[in-house]
């Protein structure tokens, strides 16, 4: 099986605007006192819209892979916005491009951006028992100084504020990719993204708990190992494990040995099952291989060819297939086992994939309030 997600994006380093990690003090939790009610909804829970970015560029992504990605994104936007309004950030000087490829369906909004990956640059999206909504900012920093982010890094409060949500900043660096909640409490989180010196320097596992738990509404955190310095995202959660309902989660299994991912996604494993939730439910867990081959137009070693990486909007689970044939239908019997009131839509996202990323990574949905 080909999963590996790699440094195929550009290393662009930001020479400024980077925010450090923890400047603003783990003592007083930054909103966590006067606002001890957010909750990060589950993503099944009902939206209001999804939010996408139309943000690749010749500076980061190879020549022959740029207009792929384009229509990639396009095909996305087009197919979620058949199920919810979608939102698309676009440069000015891409505007022409993204209306032609994207079509009247999405709603297109001018904002300079560096790259895609609006799962890790856009606002977390949190909501009040009272029906008030928050977006919040968890100061992105090119996954650790990766990449280029001086107009990534304010995505996050552009959108709370088109929203009009109240944009809460964290004192912690991570991104989205890297939390995976099930709406009741529980949260799935990889050590090696949210505990790595190039993001929380310095930060306990318990100040990190402290803080998510303030902010999410969490109750209970599990921590995977992940693996740290494989892939730019340093191991994100959305690539291993993913809440389908409370105490269901589905996990990739990674079946070549020689992957860096193979004795990790074991270990996964092993920690799920014998997990328990906030409600004290212990988790069932199915778990997804991935496919055995790919279409060989855009493949290479680090082809990120996970099934995990899917997007549940409503009514929908907008998953990728990569033309094995026998796997991509496996993958579409189980998604459509564990979502039955869902339609399951399957998309040819080779450029992506070919960018280290899926469809999840590309989307970040707005919770109806």
């Not at 929203?163 to 991570?174: E, Q």
Request: net charge negative; hydrophobic share 40%; charged share 20%.
């Amino acid at each position: 099986m080909i999963t590996r997600r790699t440094f195929v994006r550009q290393s662009l380093v930001a020479s400024a605007g980077t925010f450090i990690a923890g400047q603003a003090g783990f003592s007083s939790l930054v909103y966590a006192a006067s606002n001890p009610s957010w909750l990060m909804p589950d993503e099944g829970a009902p939206h209001a819209a999804t939010w996408m970015a139309f943000g690749a560029s010749a500076e980061i992504w190879e020549p022959h892979l740029l207009p792929v990605v384009q229509d990639n994104l396009a095909l996305i936007a087009k197919t979620i916005a058949s199920f919810e309004p979608l939102n698309m950030l676009v440069r000015e000087e891409d505007y022409d491009l993204a209306s032609r490829l994207c079509g009247s369906t999405v709603n297109l909004h001018v904002q300079p951006i560096d790259d895609l990956w609006i799962r890790d640059t856009g606002p977390v999206f949190v909501r009040s028992p009272h029906g008030k909504l928050g977006g919040v900012g968890f100061n992105f920093n090119g996954w650790g100084d990766k990449q280029e982010h001086e107009h990534d890094a304010k995505v996050a409060e552009f959108v709370s504020e088109s929203v009009k949500a109240k944009f809460i900043r964290s004192s912690l660096t991570l991104e989205g990719g890297g939390i995976e909640v099930d709406g009741e409490g529980t949260a799935i989180i990889t050590e090696s993204c949210v505990l790595n010196a190039n993001r929380n320097p310095g930060v306990s596992k318990a100040e990190c708990e402290r803080e998510l738990k303030c902010l999410l509404g969490l109750e209970k955190i599990i921590w995977l190992p992940g693996i740290a310095g494989k892939d730019i995202t340093d191991g994100h959660t959305d690539f291993y494990a993913r809440f389908t309902h409370p105490g269901t989660v589905v996990a990739g299994l990674e079946l070549d040995s020689s992957s860096f991912d193979y004795a990790v996604t074991r270990r996964h494993l092993d920690i799920l099952r014998a997990a328990t939730d906030a409600k004290g439910r212990r988790l069932e867990v199915v778990t997804l291989e991935g496919p055995s081959s790919i279409r060989q137009t855009y493949a290479s070693d680090d082809f990120a060819a996970g099934y995990i990486n899917f997007y549940v909007c409503n009514g929908a689970i907008i998953a990728p297939e990569f033309g094995d044939k026998r796997r991509d239908q496996n993958t579409r019997a189980i998604l459509q086992e564990l979502f039955a009131e869902r339609e399951i839509v399957q998309l040819n996202i080779d450029g992506i994939a070919a960018g280290g990323g899926g469809i999840h990574c590309a989307t970040q949905q707005q919770p109806t309030v």
